[in-house]
């Protein structure tokens, strides 16, 4: 494995990581600072100009929705909450994940079996209608998303780093640390936890795609964001009901969503590759 | 004409040149050797013969084979001449034979392939091929998928796989380096034997089995040929000075001082030691039976065995990185139960590892430094960073790596330089008793020959006590003071050095002995006086579980084990040890 260093010499090598990464920066850019610039409010509405299409005027480059409502700076505020709940649900699956993965690898036996089974049992529960009465119970809870969320993904970061954990443990250098008397927790933090991060930091720009797609969903539902809040997802699902008088309610969005997906998936892909390559550096 | 013509060969991996300006011609019917450290090239021209050469190298000259240029020919032509007129013969017959396919449907496929035979024809020429390469039941064998087969029969199945065709030419990459030295001497008989009839390219690291068993030999360096010429006069006087160094490095059972035994403290004792480990099914694998040793202070006890003898897991359990099944490990007079985890850490200072892989036991994500540093940290709470650091610089010092090393990573090290870091973090802490599992297998003659001297100057300076687990008789020679031989989890023969390699006592430890080649052409050695190989050990054979192939065995030794007793000043567990005369 490589030093950072040379890790980011070669990311800056790979094209697809550079153009995806950029996109990706820039709409993240547009959408922090595009509402300040914008004289329009998202909660603003304006009942002689409802449904208008994309014009310069009033800067109202997306048009606007049924209520009179600038589509733009709703959609940049749509992509800001689903980038923070993606984001925030892959911290909370990669730090469950990598810390009970890890440990369930290394100590091993059956306390390993016991973690795992119970990995398996969540595994078993159906999620979405799990999250479906979830949401029924507690009502609709911005935090719930990302428990919903985060409790979806760092099932598979814990089965994948478990799986890397148990390989590493056998590896001579722990077996060094151990003679020498490095406690475990610090075996775990220093000697395995490094060596876990090419594959954990590939794993989560994967789920970052998979968490946005399961809050388009959960919010394409009506389980997710509540007005006038908003996310890509939500707006997605009102752009439907408006789908044949103003196409760009549908479109813009939908647009939005999908190239902020590819981005994520490609470069995920072209991490992978980087990563990957140490073997034949 | 030559059978084989390389003039000028150049092999580039992008900036890197791996060969460089090669020739060389073999005549049909000779049999030549190619001797050279890692990293010399000796491989990529093997695979350059071959046409096998990855998509990305670059290559110029010309390798004519029967006057047919070799290189970047099409692959119709290579295919018309592998097999048919020139074969290989890899280093690892387990990943160049297919694992789906039997033994035999893999060899019929080189004759259907090249229209040679079909048919019952050619399931009689496999079956001939088999026999001749010495496989045991080649009716079996043929339909015998590759795992079904040991070590050296996977090997023989390699070779009879190459020999099919009947190639003019047969290369031999490393052909014995996966092998236990009993049955490497056993396959150097066959490649013996083979090279009656064809021409043999034999590529190895080892001089031993060049001066047994090719008339010429080349010598790389670095991609370059520095030397070649016939095989006596090259060893008799060798005219480049990398030549002289390889055949100085290499180790001889037959020559050099070995040390006498020392008295002093005990320091590590096993008693009784039994290891054994759960099988999935149910069954249990007896590694290590009953087996007693002690280390002195400033000693070095060499324990010496093939593959599966149980050498390693003896001193894992002493280390407490495997349970112990049964019998006691002292340390110093006091006992070190269980698992080095369970073991207080003021006792762990003393009891220090060195592997075989250099790379696989440092993290490849610390610099030098930490890997160093890490033990003192542990164990030195008291020492101020900068009081670290000084100790670090100064081990690294000890072992030969300068400043410019600290900050750097494992995989930007060399094997050698990556096992003197190992061997640092090991020392660092001025353990008492250093174990050492094959801590010089993976590393060049040149490189091997250092590291040795190393571990000799930290025993010198602090009366250490070295462990040092090895499968060749020839390398702990200059080093040891004592030897353990052990087969089959089983206490063989435990000697000092002088009266061990001068007057072996069990049959044993004279196959081992005989079986290891001696760098010199004049010399004997490498010969076979084992035959077979070690049995599983989930079914040990009864009585001696040597007996099977022990050529003075008698009806005791098959029925009774033998114990340990003591037979002219060494302790050796065999019925017959006074009667037979090795």
Not at chain 1, 36 to 53: A, H, I
Not at chain 2, 167 to 182: C, F, G, N, Q, R
Not at chain 2, 324 to 336: A, T
Not at chain 2, 418 to 428: F, K
Request: with cysteine; glycine share 8%.
């Amino acid at each position: 494995m490589m030093s950072l260093g040379s890790t980011w010499q070669r990311l800056r090598q790979n094209r697809t990581v550079m153009i995806c990464g950029g996109l990706l920066f820039g709409v993240v850019v547009v959408a922090c600072i595009g509402p300040l610039v914008s004289p329009n409010d998202y909660l603003q509405t304006d009942f002689d100009n409802l449904l208008s299409p994309p014009t310069v005027t009033d800067m109202q480059v997306f048009g606007t929705d049924d209520l009179g409502r600038d589509l733009f700076v709703r959609s940049m505020l749509g992509v800001r909450v689903t980038i923070v709940i993606a984001v925030v649900a892959s911290a909370v699956s990669l730090v469950i994940g990598v810390i009970y993965g890890a440990v369930a690898g290394f100590v091993g036996g059956r306390v390993d079996a016991v973690m795992m089974r119970f990995v398996d049992t969540l595994y078993a529960l159906p999620f979405i209608f799990f999250v479906i009465l979830l949401m029924v119970a507690f009502e609709r809870n911005f935090l719930l998303i990302f428990v919903a969320i985060g409790a979806i993904n760092w099932l598979d970061m814990a089965r994948i780093v478990r799986g890397q954990t148990l390989s590493l443990r056998e590896r001579e250098f722990v077996a060094a640390a151990r003679v020498t008397g490095v406690s475990a927790p610090r075996i775990i933090f220093r000697h395995i936890a490094p060596n876990l991060m090419g594959v954990v930091i590939v794993y989560v720009t994967l789920t970052i795609p998979q968490a946005i797609l399961v809050e388009s969903f959960l919010s394409f539902l009506g389980l997710g964001i509540q007005e006038p809040q908003t996310s890509l997802g939500a707006l997605v699902n009102a752009g439907v009901n408006q789908m044949e008088g103003a196409p760009w309610m549908l479109l813009i969005p939908a647009a939005l969503l999908a190239s902020i997906l590819f981005c994520c998936n490609f470069l995920g892909d072209a991490m992978r590759d980087v990563f990957d390559a140490r073997h034949t550096a | 004409m030559s059978l084989l013509q390389v003039d000028g060969l150049t092999i580039r991996y992008g900036d890197n040149e791996v060969v460089r300006d090669l020739s060389f011609a073999i005549e049909a019917g000779e049999s030549v050797g190619v001797v050279g450290e890692s990293g010399s090239g000796k491989s990529q021209m093997a695979l350059a013969v071959l046409g096998l050469l990855p998509g990305n190298a670059v290559t110029n000259g010309s390798v004519l084979l029967n006057g047919t240029e070799v290189l970047n020919a099409s692959e119709k032509t290579l295919n018309g001449l592998r097999a048919r007129h020139m074969a290989l013969v890899f280093q690892d017959p387990m990943q160049a034979l297919n694992p789906f396919v039997r033994i035999g449907a893999q060899l019929r496929v080189i004759l259907t392939t090249h229209n040679l035979a079909s048919g019952r024809e050619a399931d009689a020429r496999v079956l001939d091929m088999l026999q001749r390469v010495g496989l045991p039941d080649p009716e079996r064998q043929f339909r015998a998928y590759p795992h079904q087969l040991s070590g050296g029969m996977r090997q023989r199945a390699m070779i009879a796989s190459a020999l099919i065709a009947a190639p003019e030419l047969l290369i031999a990459d490393e052909p014995t380096t996966a092998l236990d030295v009993t049955v490497q001497a056993q396959i150097l008989e066959l490649l013996e034997e083979i090279r009656r009839d064809t021409t043999l390219l034999l590529i190895t690291h080892d001089l031993g089995i060049i001066a047994g068993h090719c008339e010429r030999m080349l010598v790389l360096e670095q991609g370059r040929l520095v030397e070649s010429g016939t095989t006596i006069d090259i060893f008799a006087s060798p005219q480049h000075e990398h030549t002289a160094a390889l055949i100085d490095a290499a180790p001889r059972l037959d020559r050099g001082d070995v040390l006498s035994a020392v008295a002093g403290n005990e320091v590590l004792q096993l008693c009784n030691v039994s290891v054994s480990y759960d099988e999935r099914n149910g069954d249990s694998l007896q590694a290590v039976r009953n087996l007693s040793l002690s280390v002195s202070a400033g000693e070095t006890v060499a324990v010496v065995g093939e593959s599966g003898s149980g050498k390693t897991s003896l001193v894992r359990a002493a280390l407490g990185l495997v349970p112990l099944q049964s019998g006691r490990v002292l340390f110093c007079g006091e006992e070190l139960g269980g698992l080095v985890q369970s073991r207080p850490i003021a006792m762990r200072r003393d009891l220090q590892l060195v592997f075989q892989d250099p790379a696989g036991s440092l993290n490849p994500q610390m610099r030098v430094a930490s890997i160093v540093d890490e033990p003192l940290l542990v164990h030195e709470r008291g020492l101020s960073s900068e009081e670290r650091q000084k100790q670090v610089a100064a081990m690294l010092d000890r072992v030969g790596l300068d400043a410019s090393y600290r900050a750097r990573f494992p995989h930007e090290l060399s094997g050698g330089q990556a096992q003197r870091v190992a061997i640092a973090r090991a020392l660092i802490l001025k353990p008492k008793v250093l174990v050492c599992d094959e801590a010089v297998a993976a590393l060049d003659g040149s490189v091997r020959k250092e590291i040795l001297a190393l571990l000799g100057d930290a025993q010198k300076d602090g009366g250490l006590a070295i462990v040092f687990i090895t499968h060749d008789l020839a390398v702990v020679r200059a080093i040891s003071h004592r030897v353990l031989v052990m087969y089959m989890g089983r206490l063989v023969e435990l000697a000092d050095c002088a009266s061990l390699y001068s007057r072996a006592q069990h049959p044993y430890t004279k196959a081992l002995l005989d079986a290891v080649p001696t760098p010199d052409p004049a010399a004997a050695g490498g010969t076979v006086s084992l035959s077979g190989e070690v049995p599983s050990i989930l079914s040990p054979p009864s009585g001696c579980a040597f007996h099977p192939r022990c050529r003075f065995a008698k009806d005791i030794c098959r029925a009774e084990l033998p114990l340990p007793r003591i037979v002219n000043g060494s302790i050796v567990a065999c019925h017959r040890a006074e009667e037979i005369s090795l």
